[in-house]
DNA sequence: ACGAGAACCTGTTTGC
DNA sequence: TGCAAACAGGTTCTCG
């Protein structure tokens, strides 16, 4: 489920709930994630400090006390879910992972399909690690504007959807926010990645940057209270324009036969033939 | 070299 | 109602 905003909202509720904590106990019910859990993990992480919590692309980071970072990926269908002596949470079936804190507090990764990993580096290795060498800026990075846009798809021939899903040229966007940033930029789908280029590269770099900022604070505030009540992370409520309505009239212009769906790269892509162009 | 498509998994929704 | 097919927010490998 998660892309850029909802790793970014499960990495500070992370950090405002592990900042500090001794991580006392790692247990691994099943090592076969999207790789396999490495060997050794359980070594490293027993004993150490968290010291903060950030986020690159998609990934979700633990940094520790002796310059370890614990590397977490969520796939399609992973969460992490807290349980503590106040509010304790049953085990349930697909808990791959449970990370014991100091005063009762775990945290489980719970991954029915397992295309999540955990996996563990070093804090002068990370930028070289094997999951991050490759991948592209950050859409809410200070350089990330229209210029740096161009530039990263320029000679590409693929359909804009399909170079924005890739993390090589942008790190972090997944199906949902494609969508909604081309929505937001009046830009179509189909459009070759390189005819987009300057006016509108820089409409869809404020795009993207302006779906990702809403996304993310809109998550912020009902956080609190969805951590609250269930001690889940990673799901809470978005209203999209275009995302999964198929059929609904375009927010901006009454057209028929209204949002399209069509599918590019295997994907659902959703999108007004009118508006986008 | 590049891009499309399949593959990896399980759970839920849709359609006959 | 029951069953099978389609579909799901990600990534990576293979094939043409």
Not at 112 to 119: I, K, N, P, S, V
Not at 121 to 149: Q, V
Not at 190 to 204: D, I, N, P, S, Y
Request: hydrophobic share 35%.
């Amino acid at each position: 489920m998660p892309e850029l905003p909802e790793v970014e909202t499960v990495a500070r509720g992370l950090q405002a709930r592990l900042q500090g904590k001794r991580l006392l106990s790692f247990t691994l019910n099943r090592r076969d994630l999207r790789k396999p859990v490495p060997p050794g993990l359980k070594n490293k992480l027993e004993g150490r400090r968290v010291e903060a919590v950030s986020r690159r692309a998609k990934y979700i980071l633990v940094h520790l006390d002796d310059g370890g970072v614990l590397i977490a990926h969520l796939g399609m269908s992973g969460r992490l879910v807290f349980s503590d002596p106040q509010h304790p949470r049953p085990a349930e079936p697909h808990d791959h992972a449970v990370f014991g804190f100091e005063g009762g507090v775990e945290l489980r990764l719970n991954d029915a399909r397992r295309f999540g990993l955990l996996d563990y580096a070093t804090e002068s290795n990370l930028a070289a690690h094997k999951l991050f060498r490759h991948l592209g800026p950050e859409p809410l990075g200070p350089e990330f504007d229209g210029d740096l846009l161009s530039k990263l798809l320029k000679g590409k021939k693929t359909p804009i959807k399909a170079a924005l899903l890739d993390q090589r040229v942008v790190a972090g966007l997944g199906n949902i926010y494609v969508s909604e940033a081309l929505y937001g930029a009046g830009i179509s789908p189909r459009r070759l990645a390189g005819t987009v280029k300057g006016e509108r590269a820089g409409r869809l770099a404020s795009a993207i940057r302006d779906v990702l900022t809403r996304a993310i604070s809109a998550g912020g505030s009902s956080l609190r209270d969805y951590v609250q009540a269930s001690g889940e992370l990673g799901y809470f409520q978005h209203h999209w324009a275009v995302y999964g309505k198929e059929g609904e009239p375009c927010p901006d212009c009454d057209c028929r036969p209204g949002i399209k769906r069509i599918v590019q790269a295997g994907r659902s892509t959703f999108y007004c033939a009118k508006r986008q162009r």
